[in-house]
Protein backbone atom coordinates (compact mmCIF):
# COMPACT_ATOMS: atom_id res chain seq x y z
CA UNK A 1 0.00 0.00 0.00
CA UNK A 2 -0.07 3.35 -0.76
CA UNK A 3 -1.13 6.58 -1.40
CA UNK A 4 1.65 8.48 -0.36
CA UNK A 5 3.12 12.52 0.35
CA UNK A 6 3.58 13.94 -2.90
CA UNK A 7 5.96 16.10 -4.59
CA UNK A 8 8.76 17.70 -2.06
CA UNK A 9 11.45 17.44 -5.18
CA UNK A 10 12.36 16.98 -8.19
CA UNK A 11 10.86 13.98 -9.15
CA UNK A 12 8.83 12.95 -6.01
CA UNK A 13 5.11 12.49 -7.04
CA UNK A 14 4.18 10.18 -4.74
CA UNK A 15 0.89 8.37 -5.92
CA UNK A 16 1.48 6.19 -9.03
CA UNK A 17 -0.79 8.07 -11.33
CA UNK A 18 -1.77 8.07 -14.74
CA UNK A 19 -2.93 10.89 -17.73
CA UNK A 20 -6.09 9.10 -19.35
CA UNK A 21 -7.24 9.70 -22.71
CA UNK A 22 -10.84 8.54 -21.37
CA UNK A 23 -11.10 11.96 -19.31
CA UNK A 24 -15.56 12.05 -20.19
CA UNK A 25 -17.93 11.44 -17.31
CA UNK A 26 -19.15 8.07 -16.56
CA UNK A 27 -22.59 7.71 -17.16
CA UNK A 28 -25.00 6.35 -14.99
CA UNK A 29 -25.71 2.90 -16.71
CA UNK A 30 -28.00 0.40 -15.62
CA UNK A 31 -25.41 -1.57 -14.22
CA UNK A 32 -24.48 0.63 -11.87
CA UNK A 33 -27.62 0.67 -10.10
CA UNK A 34 -28.50 -2.92 -10.13
CA UNK A 35 -27.54 -5.19 -7.73
CA UNK A 36 -24.17 -7.23 -7.39
CA UNK A 37 -24.40 -10.22 -7.85
CA UNK A 38 -21.25 -12.95 -7.44
CA UNK A 39 -22.40 -14.77 -11.00
CA UNK A 40 -22.08 -11.24 -12.51
CA UNK A 41 -18.44 -11.76 -13.47
CA UNK A 42 -18.42 -15.25 -14.34
CA UNK A 43 -17.53 -18.49 -12.79
CA UNK A 44 -13.41 -17.87 -13.38
CA UNK A 45 -13.35 -14.68 -12.14
CA UNK A 46 -11.02 -14.67 -8.62
CA UNK A 47 -12.04 -13.08 -5.18
CA UNK A 48 -9.53 -12.45 -2.38
CA UNK A 49 -8.57 -10.40 0.01
CA UNK A 50 -4.44 -9.26 0.09
CA UNK A 51 -1.91 -9.04 3.25
CA UNK A 52 1.71 -7.71 3.32
CA UNK A 53 4.17 -9.77 5.75
CA UNK A 54 5.79 -6.97 8.00
CA UNK A 55 2.00 -5.60 8.34
CA UNK A 56 0.34 -8.88 10.11
CA UNK A 57 3.09 -10.73 10.96
CA UNK A 58 4.80 -9.41 14.20
CA UNK A 59 7.07 -12.21 15.66
CA UNK A 60 10.30 -9.90 14.77
CA UNK A 61 12.86 -11.46 16.85
CA UNK A 62 11.36 -15.21 16.86
CA UNK A 63 12.74 -18.35 15.34
CA UNK A 64 16.25 -17.04 13.75
CA UNK A 65 14.78 -14.34 11.69
CA UNK A 66 16.52 -11.29 11.12
CA UNK A 67 16.11 -7.35 10.90
CA UNK A 68 14.69 -6.17 7.70
CA UNK A 69 14.57 -1.91 7.11
CA UNK A 70 11.06 -1.59 8.61
CA UNK A 71 12.24 -3.30 11.59
CA UNK A 72 14.98 -0.77 11.89
CA UNK A 73 12.91 2.16 10.64
CA UNK A 74 9.50 1.98 13.00
CA UNK A 75 11.47 1.33 16.04
CA UNK A 76 13.83 4.16 15.00
CA UNK A 77 11.71 7.62 16.95
CA UNK A 78 10.38 9.83 14.86
CA UNK A 79 9.96 7.94 12.11
CA UNK A 80 6.25 6.50 12.32
CA UNK A 81 3.75 9.11 12.72
CA UNK A 82 1.92 7.50 15.70
CA UNK A 83 5.14 6.45 17.48
CA UNK A 84 4.10 2.94 16.92
CA UNK A 85 6.05 -0.23 15.39
CA UNK A 86 5.35 -3.66 13.58
CA UNK A 87 7.04 -5.03 16.40
CA UNK A 88 3.72 -7.33 16.99
CA UNK A 89 1.38 -5.92 14.31
CA UNK A 90 -1.60 -8.71 14.35
CA UNK A 91 0.40 -11.41 15.72
CA UNK A 92 -0.25 -13.51 12.48
CA UNK A 93 3.14 -15.54 13.22
CA UNK A 94 1.15 -16.61 16.53
CA UNK A 95 -2.63 -16.58 14.97
CA UNK A 96 -1.99 -17.50 11.73
CA UNK A 97 -4.91 -20.37 11.90
CA UNK A 98 -7.34 -18.43 13.84
CA UNK A 99 -7.35 -15.78 10.91
CA UNK A 100 -7.40 -18.57 7.93
CA UNK A 101 -10.68 -20.14 9.58
CA UNK A 102 -12.14 -16.76 9.67
CA UNK A 103 -11.34 -16.41 6.30
CA UNK A 104 -12.87 -19.68 5.21
CA UNK A 105 -16.05 -18.67 7.31
CA UNK A 106 -16.44 -15.56 5.19
CA UNK A 107 -16.20 -17.16 1.55
CA UNK A 108 -12.86 -15.84 0.82
CA UNK A 109 -11.43 -18.30 -2.00
CA UNK A 110 -8.20 -17.03 -2.53
CA UNK A 111 -5.45 -15.61 0.41
CA UNK A 112 -2.41 -13.36 -0.87
CA UNK A 113 0.41 -12.72 1.76
CA UNK A 114 4.04 -12.01 1.50
CA UNK A 115 7.13 -14.07 2.30
CA UNK A 116 9.55 -11.77 4.59
CA UNK A 117 12.74 -11.89 2.89
CA UNK A 118 14.71 -11.82 6.15
CA UNK A 119 12.77 -14.80 7.87
CA UNK A 120 14.06 -17.28 5.46
CA UNK A 121 17.49 -15.42 4.92
CA UNK A 122 18.57 -13.21 8.00
CA UNK A 123 21.41 -11.68 6.34
CA UNK A 124 19.56 -11.54 3.22
CA UNK A 125 21.91 -14.09 1.44
CA UNK A 126 23.69 -17.08 2.09
CA UNK A 127 22.52 -19.15 5.13
CA UNK A 128 19.15 -20.35 5.05
CA UNK A 129 16.59 -20.10 8.33
CA UNK A 130 14.61 -23.40 8.26
CA UNK A 131 12.16 -21.95 10.81
CA UNK A 132 11.44 -19.12 8.81
CA UNK A 133 10.70 -21.82 5.74
CA UNK A 134 9.10 -23.97 8.51
CA UNK A 135 6.09 -21.38 8.80
CA UNK A 136 5.47 -20.64 5.75
CA UNK A 137 5.29 -23.80 4.71
CA UNK A 138 2.64 -24.09 8.39
CA UNK A 139 0.55 -21.31 6.32
CA UNK A 140 0.56 -22.85 3.19
CA UNK A 141 -0.53 -25.90 4.17
CA UNK A 142 -3.23 -24.43 6.68
CA UNK A 143 -4.36 -22.34 3.56
CA UNK A 144 -4.93 -25.67 1.13
CA UNK A 145 -6.44 -27.49 4.04
CA UNK A 146 -9.04 -24.97 4.14
CA UNK A 147 -9.79 -25.17 0.52
CA UNK A 148 -8.35 -21.62 0.36
CA UNK A 149 -5.98 -20.88 -2.50
CA UNK A 150 -2.38 -19.07 -1.69
CA UNK A 151 -0.70 -16.04 -3.44
CA UNK A 152 2.38 -15.55 -2.74
CA UNK A 153 3.84 -11.86 -3.38
CA UNK A 154 7.89 -12.51 -2.78
CA UNK A 155 8.89 -8.70 -1.82
CA UNK A 156 6.34 -6.33 -0.02
CA UNK A 157 9.01 -4.08 1.10
CA UNK A 158 11.01 -5.42 3.80
CA UNK A 159 14.52 -5.82 2.94
CA UNK A 160 16.93 -7.53 4.85
CA UNK A 161 18.39 -4.47 7.19
CA UNK A 162 21.75 -6.46 6.65
CA UNK A 163 21.47 -5.76 2.75
CA UNK A 164 20.42 -2.96 3.30
CA UNK A 165 24.06 -1.61 5.44
CA UNK A 166 25.78 -2.70 1.55
CA UNK A 167 23.78 -0.10 -0.15
CA UNK A 168 20.24 -2.23 -0.27
CA UNK A 169 18.34 -1.75 -3.89
CA UNK A 170 21.10 1.09 -5.03
CA UNK A 171 23.65 -1.60 -4.86
CA UNK A 172 23.22 -3.43 -8.03
CA UNK A 173 24.26 -6.81 -6.25
CA UNK A 174 20.73 -6.25 -5.04
CA UNK A 175 19.67 -8.18 -8.45
CA UNK A 176 21.67 -11.24 -7.63
CA UNK A 177 20.78 -11.11 -4.38
CA UNK A 178 17.07 -11.03 -5.16
CA UNK A 179 17.25 -14.13 -7.59
CA UNK A 180 19.21 -15.97 -4.97
CA UNK A 181 15.97 -15.28 -2.64
CA UNK A 182 13.59 -15.78 -5.59
CA UNK A 183 15.50 -19.25 -6.18
CA UNK A 184 15.04 -20.63 -2.92
CA UNK A 185 11.48 -19.91 -2.48
CA UNK A 186 9.82 -21.26 -5.58
CA UNK A 187 12.59 -24.46 -5.51
CA UNK A 188 10.86 -25.17 -1.77
CA UNK A 189 7.41 -24.39 -2.62
CA UNK A 190 6.57 -25.28 -6.49
CA UNK A 191 4.89 -28.46 -5.13
CA UNK A 192 2.37 -26.20 -3.35
CA UNK A 193 2.02 -22.36 -4.79
CA UNK A 194 1.32 -22.14 -8.26
CA UNK A 195 0.69 -18.19 -7.96
CA UNK A 196 3.14 -15.83 -7.50
CA UNK A 197 3.75 -12.12 -7.75
CA UNK A 198 7.41 -10.99 -8.07
CA UNK A 199 7.20 -7.54 -6.13
CA UNK A 200 4.54 -5.41 -4.78
CA UNK A 201 4.25 -1.65 -5.83
CA UNK A 202 8.21 -0.77 -7.00
CA UNK A 203 7.65 2.63 -7.71
CA UNK A 204 5.83 3.37 -4.36
CA UNK A 205 9.13 1.87 -1.79
CA UNK A 206 11.50 3.35 -4.06
CA UNK A 207 10.62 6.62 -4.73
CA UNK A 208 8.68 6.26 -0.56
CA UNK A 209 12.24 5.17 0.53
CA UNK A 210 15.61 5.95 -1.52
CA UNK A 211 14.00 9.59 -2.28
CA UNK A 212 11.74 11.38 0.42
CA UNK A 213 13.48 9.10 2.95
CA UNK A 214 9.55 8.81 4.34
CA UNK A 215 9.32 5.26 4.36
CA UNK A 216 12.11 2.85 5.11
CA UNK A 217 15.09 3.13 4.51
CA UNK A 218 14.39 6.59 5.34
CA UNK A 219 16.94 7.43 2.14
CA UNK A 220 16.69 11.26 -0.08
CA UNK A 221 17.83 12.05 -3.37
CA UNK A 222 16.81 11.33 -6.88
CA UNK A 223 20.45 10.03 -7.60
CA UNK A 224 19.02 7.32 -4.86
CA UNK A 225 15.85 7.09 -6.17
CA UNK A 226 17.00 6.55 -10.46
CA UNK A 227 19.78 4.04 -8.98
CA UNK A 228 17.48 2.11 -6.33
CA UNK A 229 14.70 1.87 -9.34
CA UNK A 230 17.14 0.37 -12.41
CA UNK A 231 18.34 -2.07 -9.89
CA UNK A 232 14.77 -2.73 -8.87
CA UNK A 233 13.36 -3.05 -12.42
CA UNK A 234 16.25 -5.13 -13.44
CA UNK A 235 15.31 -7.97 -10.03
CA UNK A 236 11.98 -7.77 -11.29
CA UNK A 237 12.28 -8.65 -14.66
CA UNK A 238 15.46 -11.01 -13.52
CA UNK A 239 13.00 -13.14 -10.59
CA UNK A 240 10.09 -13.44 -13.14
CA UNK A 241 12.99 -15.61 -15.12
CA UNK A 242 13.88 -17.12 -12.33
CA UNK A 243 10.53 -18.18 -11.53
CA UNK A 244 9.62 -19.28 -14.83
CA UNK A 245 12.88 -20.89 -15.56
CA UNK A 246 12.17 -23.42 -11.95
CA UNK A 247 8.53 -23.36 -12.36
CA UNK A 248 7.55 -22.99 -16.30
CA UNK A 249 3.82 -23.51 -15.22
CA UNK A 250 3.87 -20.74 -12.75
CA UNK A 251 1.06 -18.52 -12.91
CA UNK A 252 3.54 -14.90 -12.51
CA UNK A 253 2.55 -11.62 -12.24
CA UNK A 254 4.22 -8.20 -10.72
CA UNK A 255 1.35 -5.60 -8.96
CA UNK A 256 1.58 -1.49 -10.05
CA UNK A 257 -0.21 1.03 -8.02
CA UNK A 258 -1.89 3.42 -9.84
CA UNK A 259 -4.33 6.48 -9.95
CA UNK A 260 -6.46 8.22 -12.43
CA UNK A 261 -5.13 11.36 -13.24
CA UNK A 262 -6.93 14.20 -14.13
CA UNK A 263 -5.27 17.82 -15.27
CA UNK A 264 -6.37 20.68 -13.33
CA UNK A 265 -7.52 22.34 -16.19
CA UNK A 266 -7.84 21.78 -19.72
CA UNK A 267 -4.73 23.87 -20.70
CA UNK A 268 -1.28 22.55 -21.76
CA UNK A 269 0.74 23.33 -19.03
CA UNK A 270 -1.26 21.40 -17.00
CA UNK A 271 -0.89 18.53 -19.40
CA UNK A 272 2.28 18.50 -19.55
CA UNK A 273 2.60 18.42 -15.76
CA UNK A 274 0.21 15.23 -15.82
CA UNK A 275 1.94 14.09 -18.40
CA UNK A 276 5.38 13.90 -17.23
CA UNK A 277 4.01 12.47 -13.45
CA UNK A 278 2.90 9.68 -15.47
CA UNK A 279 6.03 9.00 -17.03
CA UNK A 280 8.05 8.52 -13.71
CA UNK A 281 4.98 7.45 -11.57
CA UNK A 282 3.28 5.15 -13.94
CA UNK A 283 4.68 4.37 -16.56
CA UNK A 284 7.99 4.20 -15.37
CA UNK A 285 8.13 0.39 -14.19
CA UNK A 286 5.29 -0.94 -16.20
CA UNK A 287 6.25 0.05 -19.39
CA UNK A 288 10.12 -1.05 -18.51
CA UNK A 289 8.54 -4.79 -17.70
CA UNK A 290 6.45 -4.78 -20.91
CA UNK A 291 9.62 -4.19 -22.92
CA UNK A 292 8.93 -0.44 -23.80
CA UNK A 293 12.19 0.94 -21.94
CA UNK A 294 11.76 3.53 -19.71
CA UNK A 295 9.48 7.11 -21.01
CA UNK A 296 12.29 8.96 -21.91
CA UNK A 297 10.27 10.98 -24.76
CA UNK A 298 7.58 11.81 -22.09
CA UNK A 299 9.69 12.80 -19.72
CA UNK A 300 13.45 13.72 -21.19
CA UNK A 301 15.28 14.67 -17.09
CA UNK A 302 14.46 10.53 -16.73
CA UNK A 303 17.28 10.37 -18.66
CA UNK A 304 19.99 11.03 -15.45
CA UNK A 305 19.06 7.24 -15.03
CA UNK A 306 21.28 6.40 -18.06
CA UNK A 307 24.17 6.69 -15.90
CA UNK A 308 23.56 3.68 -13.75
CA UNK A 309 22.87 1.28 -16.99
CA UNK A 310 25.43 -0.71 -18.61
CA UNK A 311 25.40 -2.09 -22.02
CA UNK A 312 22.49 -4.45 -22.49
CA UNK A 313 20.31 -4.10 -19.74
CA UNK A 314 17.76 -1.94 -21.20
CA UNK A 315 16.54 -5.95 -22.95
CA UNK A 316 17.32 -7.11 -19.61
CA UNK A 317 14.22 -4.78 -18.08
CA UNK A 318 11.22 -6.67 -20.13
CA UNK A 319 9.60 -10.35 -18.92
CA UNK A 320 6.48 -11.19 -20.46
CA UNK A 321 4.41 -11.58 -16.78
CA UNK A 322 1.25 -13.75 -17.13
CA UNK A 323 -0.84 -10.94 -15.36
CA UNK A 324 -0.43 -7.71 -14.41
CA UNK A 325 -1.83 -6.81 -10.83
CA UNK A 326 -3.56 -3.41 -10.78
CA UNK A 327 -3.51 -1.51 -7.53
CA UNK A 328 -5.88 1.40 -6.89
CA UNK A 329 -7.43 3.59 -4.34
CA UNK A 330 -7.94 6.84 -6.09
CA UNK A 331 -7.78 10.07 -8.54
CA UNK A 332 -5.56 13.36 -8.49
CA UNK A 333 -6.07 16.18 -9.83
CA UNK A 334 -2.73 18.06 -10.70
CA UNK A 335 -1.98 20.89 -11.89
CA UNK A 336 1.17 22.71 -13.34
CA UNK A 337 3.54 24.32 -10.37
CA UNK A 338 6.39 26.92 -11.11
CA UNK A 339 8.10 25.64 -7.31
CA UNK A 340 8.40 22.23 -7.78
CA UNK A 341 11.84 22.22 -10.32
CA UNK A 342 11.49 19.51 -13.07
CA UNK A 343 8.37 17.64 -12.57
CA UNK A 344 6.35 21.19 -12.49
CA UNK A 345 3.42 19.78 -10.90
CA UNK A 346 1.55 19.87 -7.66
CA UNK A 347 -1.40 18.26 -6.65
CA UNK A 348 -5.04 19.56 -6.22
CA UNK A 349 -6.07 18.30 -2.70
CA UNK A 350 -9.10 16.86 -2.37
CA UNK A 351 -9.77 19.72 0.79
CA UNK A 352 -9.72 22.38 -1.70
CA UNK A 353 -11.58 20.82 -4.18
CA UNK A 354 -14.43 19.64 -1.71
CA UNK A 355 -15.21 16.71 -2.29
CA UNK A 356 -15.35 13.44 -0.05
CA UNK A 357 -12.01 11.88 1.33
CA UNK A 358 -11.58 8.63 3.51
CA UNK A 359 -9.30 8.73 6.59
CA UNK A 360 -5.73 8.91 4.58
CA UNK A 361 -7.47 12.03 2.54
CA UNK A 362 -7.81 10.38 -0.46
CA UNK A 363 -10.69 11.13 -2.53
CA UNK A 364 -13.28 8.88 -2.44
CA UNK A 365 -14.02 8.16 -6.53
CA UNK A 366 -14.41 4.49 -7.21
CA UNK A 367 -14.71 5.15 -11.22
CA UNK A 368 -11.01 5.52 -10.69
CA UNK A 369 -10.80 1.43 -10.83
CA UNK A 370 -12.64 2.11 -13.87
CA UNK A 371 -10.48 3.77 -15.67
CA UNK A 372 -7.70 3.01 -15.06
CA UNK A 373 -8.50 -0.74 -16.03
CA UNK A 374 -9.58 1.05 -19.53
CA UNK A 375 -5.57 2.37 -19.24
CA UNK A 376 -4.13 -1.04 -18.64
CA UNK A 377 -6.04 -2.55 -21.29
CA UNK A 378 -5.02 -0.35 -23.73
CA UNK A 379 -1.29 -2.05 -23.69
CA UNK A 380 -1.35 -4.90 -26.28
CA UNK A 381 1.35 -6.82 -24.08
CA UNK A 382 -1.40 -6.53 -21.25
CA UNK A 383 -3.47 -10.21 -21.74
CA UNK A 384 -4.55 -10.09 -17.93
CA UNK A 385 -5.53 -7.80 -15.37
CA UNK A 386 -6.04 -8.92 -11.89
CA UNK A 387 -6.84 -5.83 -9.16
CA UNK A 388 -4.20 -7.09 -6.41
CA UNK A 389 -4.99 -4.08 -3.99
CA UNK A 390 -8.69 -2.42 -3.98
CA UNK A 391 -9.91 -0.82 -0.21
CA UNK A 392 -10.13 1.99 1.72
CA UNK A 393 -9.59 3.34 5.48
CA UNK A 394 -12.70 4.98 7.30
CA UNK A 395 -13.04 5.40 10.96
CA UNK A 396 -14.29 2.36 12.32
CA UNK A 397 -16.05 2.00 16.13
CA UNK A 398 -16.65 -1.28 17.88
CA UNK A 399 -19.96 -0.83 19.77
CA UNK A 400 -21.55 -3.96 21.08
CA UNK A 401 -18.98 -6.29 19.49
CA UNK A 402 -20.17 -4.72 15.80
CA UNK A 403 -18.57 -2.54 13.43
CA UNK A 404 -20.89 -0.55 11.50
CA UNK A 405 -18.71 0.53 8.51
CA UNK A 406 -21.24 1.79 6.24
CA UNK A 407 -18.94 3.80 4.29
CA UNK A 408 -16.55 1.07 3.34
CA UNK A 409 -19.29 -1.48 2.24
CA UNK A 410 -20.63 1.56 -0.30
CA UNK A 411 -17.07 1.74 -1.13
CA UNK A 412 -16.88 -1.52 -2.12
CA UNK A 413 -20.12 -2.05 -3.58
CA UNK A 414 -19.41 1.03 -6.06
CA UNK A 415 -15.90 0.10 -6.81
CA UNK A 416 -17.13 -3.38 -8.23
CA UNK A 417 -19.74 -1.74 -10.11
CA UNK A 418 -17.05 -0.02 -12.01
CA UNK A 419 -14.81 -3.26 -12.44
CA UNK A 420 -18.47 -5.15 -13.81
CA UNK A 421 -18.59 -2.12 -16.07
CA UNK A 422 -14.80 -2.30 -17.12
CA UNK A 423 -15.32 -6.32 -17.60
CA UNK A 424 -18.53 -6.42 -19.67
CA UNK A 425 -16.67 -4.14 -21.84
CA UNK A 426 -13.74 -6.52 -22.89
CA UNK A 427 -11.41 -5.71 -20.56
CA UNK A 428 -9.32 -8.56 -19.10
CA UNK A 429 -10.09 -8.60 -15.46
CA UNK A 430 -10.12 -11.67 -14.29
CA UNK A 431 -9.90 -10.51 -9.95
CA UNK A 432 -10.38 -8.71 -7.55
CA UNK A 433 -8.86 -8.94 -4.07
CA UNK A 434 -9.59 -6.34 -0.97
CA UNK A 435 -7.07 -4.61 0.38
CA UNK A 436 -7.16 -5.82 3.53
CA UNK A 437 -8.09 -8.84 5.49
CA UNK A 438 -7.90 -7.74 9.31
CA UNK A 439 -6.16 -4.11 10.08
CA UNK A 440 -3.26 -3.60 10.62
CA UNK A 441 0.22 -1.85 10.55
CA UNK A 442 -0.10 0.68 7.80
CA UNK A 443 3.68 1.66 7.87
CA UNK A 444 4.50 5.14 8.47
CA UNK A 445 0.99 5.89 9.11
CA UNK A 446 1.37 3.39 12.51
CA UNK A 447 -1.82 1.53 13.39
CA UNK A 448 -4.81 4.23 13.40
CA UNK A 449 -5.75 3.75 9.56
CA UNK A 450 -7.95 0.93 9.30
CA UNK A 451 -8.32 -0.81 5.94
CA UNK A 452 -9.46 -4.24 7.09
CA UNK A 453 -12.80 -5.56 6.45
CA UNK A 454 -12.34 -7.13 10.24
CA UNK A 455 -11.87 -5.43 12.85
CA UNK A 456 -8.50 -5.60 15.39
CA UNK A 457 -8.17 -4.74 18.71
CA UNK A 458 -4.32 -4.18 18.84
CA UNK A 459 -4.23 -4.57 22.68
CA UNK A 460 -6.24 -8.23 23.05
CA UNK A 461 -5.67 -9.13 19.55
CA UNK A 462 -9.09 -10.06 18.95
CA UNK A 463 -10.93 -9.73 15.80
CA UNK A 464 -14.38 -8.30 15.10
CA UNK A 465 -16.02 -9.18 11.42
CA UNK A 466 -17.00 -5.87 10.37
CA UNK A 467 -20.25 -5.13 8.35
CA UNK A 468 -18.25 -4.90 5.40
CA UNK A 469 -16.74 -8.20 5.74
CA UNK A 470 -19.80 -9.68 6.41
CA UNK A 471 -21.20 -8.35 2.98
CA UNK A 472 -18.78 -9.67 1.58
CA UNK A 473 -19.06 -13.06 2.37
CA UNK A 474 -22.92 -12.84 1.52
CA UNK A 475 -21.96 -11.81 -1.28
CA UNK A 476 -19.81 -14.23 -2.74
CA UNK A 477 -21.97 -16.65 -1.37
CA UNK A 478 -24.38 -16.00 -3.79
Known sequence: MKRRDFIKSGLAFTVINTLSPWSHLIGKEKILNEELRRSDFGADFLWGVATAAYQI??????????????????????????????????????????????????????????????????????????????????????????GIEPWVTLYHWDLPQALEDKGGWTNREVIQWFKEYVTICVKEFKGKVKNWMIMNEPTAFTALGYMLGIHAPGKKGVDKFLKASHHTAMALAEGGRTIREIFPDANIGSTFSCSYIEPFKPKKKHQKSAARIEAVMNKFYLEAVLGRGYPFKDFPALKRIKKFMKPGDEEMLKFDLNFVGLQNYTREVVKYSLFKPVIWANQVKPEKRGVETTEMGWEVYPESVYKMLKIYASYPEIKNIIITESGSSFPDTLENGRVKDDKRKKYLQDVLKQVLKAKKEGVPVNGYFIWTFTDNFEWAEGFKPRFGIVYVDFKTQKRYVKDSGKWFAEFLSK
Open 57 to 146: EGAYQEDGKGASIWDTFSNTKGKIKTGENGNIATDFYHLYEQDLDLLKQLNIPIFRFSFSWSRILPKGTGEINKKGLDFYHRVVDACIAR
